[in-house]
């Protein structure tokens, strides 16, 4: 669609002609394609700056392209996000793709809306992030287009995965408090019921890496997990469920599972006039700015975000040109930051 | 443009035969079209879920619609941007338009970029969230496309503007410090040169009504402004620079010029030993979750981001179905919201 009154649009033939190139060389230099020298693409990229040229995505669209990355986030709140799509927005730096990002997803019917929406336009790959979508959706859409699945556990012939081993990013927390003294270590989870989540969403594998980690430290009596949201507000819930309980009952540690409860529990836990770590330990994940700024000092799992993100493009890139190649998986490994706000416990 | 291998597209006239009306009928609903009786549109929602039809983008396209908003965002990882985020899709919610973001512009090329990638795809219309383009460019874009600007300041024929008074917000800040009794009351600004940029960006607005304000309590002579950047490293840098002055010049009070400049401002505070008010108060703006945050409680100005969204919406949807109307300006009233980080200053 044209914009009312636009005078005639500069075409790659204008810009071909004006670089004394052929037409297929500019359409080369354009989608980055091998055979293009340094000095063609400087020649072709002067002429386009001097023209004003810029490639129509509608044109490009019947040649099979849009040169658009569609990126769904579940929630543009959560300070872990910005990591992964500063990874994929450098990765795309130097080429011609750009990155439009689908917001507000906090549930099936959004993720499919935002989906098909993707889909529907046009777009030439789509990096989904920690979907809660049914296994079927997934598959519905990595076979409509190229897409990467990142923050979810599980494989599909359909699309690639990007994970971080969340199972071993648990433990890490757990051995980290075990090691300073605690045996009541208590985690916050975000609810899940549906079976594939279960076993695919890192949440639960955060849950069940607690789990399984308290058990091997001897706590297992001590396992107690408070099922809320992965939200500000989810972490101020289970802060103050724990805190409503018995004083013996407490917990001299929480595991929020993501640095945006953490936040939520710290609020609670400051409401409530308990001193971090003085009266409880919290430790979050993710190592998102704000675990790291100073009057927080949030020990926190770091699960590498921005790496995340360089690996869906990657493999993104891969797949958009070869759609039909088996599926990847990259799992990159975690590892923990202590920081100020666990200690050890009270006597 | 289809993707490879997909079964025939359920079409809108599937759609109309299955819910026994028109097409044009069906269109009108698609497209919230005045006359589709409540009777009407929920018979053919009927259809379209039944028969799992989608609107098809690139065939909209063709009529003169993409029903796509593009909202240009300068950096996701300002707390205040999620505001107007959440009031512009609430008020798309029950309308067939998507929104898409674009992601990471804080500069003029960036923002070109963005802005010729949404024009270049068809979008019907665009918020821009407190761009920094010249005006000829946003004049460039609002010709070409309807486009509202959010957070920054002037007027022009071919966009709508919607901007809180921070010329009045920064007078709210001062006047609440100097009630506290604070004299030497720094303010740390966005460093700004052009002459346009001075005149209609928020952070000049607010860095000129702190200098008046400061006149209007006869505080002149402490006028005292450091010129880093909106961001977290900004906000660190001014109180760095601000602290390495002689004990007498240093300021009692800050006025961070954005409550993520005061994260940063309270990260450099804290690593430097300073209690927060005890020994410095700081002073935020946009009232941001973060400021709520309990363990930080930063005073800050609420200038009501869900509100800006919601009108950005009202003004655009009005444009797209008249984009030659005249055009439109929304000035909204801030208010101060004092926290714990702003007290007397010591004696």
Request: proline residues 6%; charged residues 20%.
């Amino acid at each position: 669609m044209e914009p009312p009154a636009t005078r005639r649009r500069v075409t790659i033939v204008d810009v071909a002609r004006h670089a004394r190139v052929s037409v297929t060389s500019v359409s080369k230099v354009l989608r980055n394609a091998y055979g293009a020298s340094p000095e063609m693409q400087t020649r072709v990229r002067r002429a386009i700056e001097e023209l004003g040229y810029r490639p129509h995505a509608g044109a490009r669209a019947l040649r099979g392209q849009t040169y658009t990355i569609g990126v769904m986030l579940p929630d543009i709140r959560n300070p872990f996000f910005p990591e992964i799509l500063d990874g994929i927005t450098a990765s795309l730096e130097e080429t011609d793709y750009q990155v439009l990002l689908g917001p507000g997803c906090n549930g099936e019917n959004e993720e499919a809306r935002v989906t098909e929406a993707m889909i529907d336009r046009g777009m030439d790959g789509l990096v989904l992030v920690a979907p809660v979508s049914s296994r079927a959706h997934l598959e519905h859409v990595g076979t409509a287009i190229p897409t990467v699945v990142v923050g979810r556990h599980g494989s599909s012939p359909a699309y690639d995965t990007v994970t971080d081993d969340d199972f071993e990013g648990a433990a890490l927390v757990v051995s980290h408090l075990a090691g300073l003294g605690h045996r009541r270590i208590a985690h916050i989870e975000h609810h899940e019921t549906d079976p594939t989540r279960l076993a695919e969403m890192p949440n639960a594998r955060r849950a069940d890496g607690y789990r399984q980690a308290m058990r091997v430290h001897g706590l297992e009596e001590w396992i107690d997990v408070v099922s809320t949201s992965y939200t500000q507000q989810g972490g101020y819930q289970g802060v103050r469920e724990l805190l409503s309980r018995p004083a013996a009952a407490r917990p001299t540690a929480v595991f929020a599972g993501a640095d945006i409860v953490a936040i939520g529990a710290l609020q609670a836990a400051s409401e409530a006039g308990l001193s971090v770590p003085g009266d409880m330990s919290v430790a979050g994940y993710d190592n998102t700015t704000f675990a790291a700024f100073d009057p927080i000092s949030l020990t926190s799992v770091d699960q590498a975000g921005q790496e995340m993100g360089r690996n869906a493009v990657r493999l993104l890139l891969e797949r958009i040109s070869d759609h039909g190649r088996p599926s990847a998986k990259v799992t990159l490994s975690p590892s923990l930051v202590p920081r100020r706000s666990t200690a050890r416990p009270a006597e």
